[in-house]
């Protein structure tokens, strides 16, 4: 007997929790039915999926595998309600997009699309860029904004807009031009400014501070307390992330620069009409 989507779905649920009361949450369902549908799904499979105790829940081998797979067939099932859809740019979709990008692209973007696709309706996913290529993968947004270069894995299509500089910012008073030991700060770990800042610059790990900032807010507010030096991308200047920092000046001159678009599943059928939708980024 094949398996039902809905069991696979609390497969996933409980793969990604790994806690069965979690779980039942994530579903909406009791923590009774979850189980229950579990349950049915390795009588189907005729295997054992889950190890289950009153400490913690372990997948065994063959679960691990199941799992895997099930994304995809849950996947698969999505884009099989996409095809029933009349028409992709007069339904909802889901975007993701990273924080770098979201506060300073978003409104002007919604404004276009809205012009553009007055039946068309969008959410909004905030996330890392990893996070929001396993959601991609998952079929849990249909595309993301993105920041490039970013190496895609396989069955995952970029498609770059346009360039985004990245300036120096500094307090007023600072002079030196040359970034010293210690006096850059970034983003944390995870955020692609991070990276588009090291590549772009050539940074040395010895000029990179201790500190690290969860936020562009948080950074531009150590900046304007002479703590250290950053970049920043011209859209969040141009945004006016810097209006309430007088002593913060950004250098008009920008050496180095990351190009802004989206990725999407390569074998999304809606591709073409995705990159109508992003072209709404360049207005």
């Known amino acids: ?7 696979l779905q609390y497969l996933v649920a409980l793969r990604e929790t790994l806690h069965f009361s979690k779980a039942s949450k994530k579903c909406f369902v009791s923590q009774s039915t979850l189980s229950a549908g579990i349950a049915k799904l390795e009588r189907d499979l005729q295997v054992p999926l889950v190890e289950r105790n009153n400490k913690k829940v372990v997948f065994t081998p063959i679960g691990e595998k199941v799992v895997l797979q099930a994304m995809l067939v849950i996947s698969d099932a999505k884009g099989l309600v996409d095809i029933t859809r009349i028409d992709f740019l007069e339904s909802e979709i889901i975007v993701g997009t990273i924080p770098t990008i979201s506060a300073y692209i978003l409104p002007n973007f919604l404004r ?27 079929n849990k947004i249909d595309f993301a904004i993105f920041a490039f270069p970013y190496e895609l894995p396989d069955g995952v299509k970029g ?30 770990q995870g955020h692609c400014l991070r990276s ?58 920008c050496q180095a620069s990351r190009g802004i678009g989206i990725v999407y599943r390569e074998n999304n059928y809606q591709a073409s009409n995705i990159k109508r939708i992003a072209e709404g980024l360049l207005k």
């Open 1 to 7: 007997m094949l398996p039902s989507i809905k069991n």
């Open 112 to 138: 276009n699309t809205e012009k553009a696709f007055p039946k068309l309706k969008i959410s909004f996913v905030e996330d890392t860029s990893d996070n929001l290529l396993e959601k991609l993968n998952q």
């Open 196 to 253: 588009h800042v090291m590549q772009g610059y050539a940074v040395s790990e010895s000029q990179i501070s201790s500190f690290s900032c969860s936020s562009v807010s948080t950074l531009v507010a150590m900046i304007d307390m002479n703590l250290g030096v950053s970049f920043l991308p011209k859209v969040a200047i141009d945004f006016g992330v810097l209006s309430h920092y007088p002593n913060v000046v950004s250098e008009s001159r």
């Open 159 to 188: 498609y770059e807009l346009f360039r985004d500089s990245l300036c120096l910012i500094q307090h007023k008073n600072r002079k030196n031009k040359k970034i010293n030991d210690g006096e850059l700060l970034l983003l944390e």
